[in-house]
């Protein structure tokens, strides 16, 4: 039987605000769905339009966790490039140094 409490509810968010680009809220005490004290997450499908075939909590948050699991790895790898990037500067100015070292024998051996 099917969970209509994991149901997403969508309401649209009213400003009375002349400008409304800042302190947009949902009176989410008269919208269906909501009870005082309960978690919300807040989207905005224009950011997030992959999320809009979702149609219950449960799925959006299998999404979300994949999402945020994707950023971490994505974290790691830059940090691990980063790494990469400091171990090579440092290779190459170790081998400028053996190269000066190599050429300026060769200038006294020659002189």
Known sequence: ???????????????????????????????????????????????LSNVMDVSTVSELKRKLDSYANSFRRAKELLMKLESTEIYYKEQLSELKAQYNYQLSRLKNKIS
């Open 1 to 47: 039987m099917r969970d209509y409490t994991d149901d997403l509810t969508v309401t649209r968010v009213e400003s009375n605000l002349e400008n409304d680009d800042e302190h947009l809220f949902v009176k989410l005490g008269k919208s269906n769905g909501f009870r005082k004290g309960d978690t919300v997450i807040v989207l905005h499908y224009q950011d």
